[in-house]
């Protein structure tokens, strides 16, 4: 079936700094890459996606870039804080079968002061 | 603001038992959904619909079963819940496909 990898499970990272995760996914007809923030004990949000049209888009510290060559996609968060702290996952759309989402493993990332 | 809500937060049940998870959106959305977040394995898509009494299985539909009699809320059924579906579980909707899910609190299952 169709899946989606994300790397790297765990990521630390100093204050300031950037992060880099990455994920890559199967379905060549996928359309839309959402990314999801999850801070502890909480429920995932949100926080930037990406339409195959599309090869970049940023909202101030975070971006999203998109290879549909390659078919893998990637946030990017600059200058991080120790509030960017939480799991984060990717999600690609798949038309295998009916239309869904299929998310990836998920990073933690924690950035220290 | 979309609200989704799952109508527990923590849930125990015994082996064998029927157990029913309740998510209700009241942004009239079309699209609701249940994932399983499971340590190491991200979300898992368990079932989903995209209309009222309609139903698709997801990845992991096995043991489970879902019910969706109004637009507003969508039901998880576990006929005979088994040790094994000890999760946390999360309802989400959505106003339409390729659109932002909006995800409720999730309701954290234990089975002994």
Known sequence: ?113 | DVKVTQSSRYLVKRTGEKVFLECVQDMDHENMFWYRQDPGLGLRLIYFSYDVKMKEKGDIPEGYSVSREKKERFSLILESASTNQTSMYLCASSLARGREQYFGPGTRLTVT
């Open chain 1, 1 to 113: 079936g169709e899946n989606v990898e994300q790397h790297p499970s765990t990521l630390s990272v100093q204050e300031g700094d950037s992060a880099v995760i990455k994920c890559t996914y199967s379905d060549s007809a996928s359309n839309y890459f959402p990314w999801y923030k999850q801070e502890l004990g909480k429920r995932p949000q949100l926080i930037i996606d990406i339409r195959s049209n599309v090869g970049e888009k940023k909202d101030q510290r975070i971006a999203v870039t998109l290879n549909k060559t390659a078919k893998h996609f990637s946030l990017h968060i600059t200058e991080t804080q120790p509030e960017d702290s939480a799991v984060y996952f990717c999600a690609a759309s798949t038309t295998s079968g009916t239309y869904k989402y299929i998310f990836g493993t998920g990073t933690r990332l924690k950035v220290l002061a």
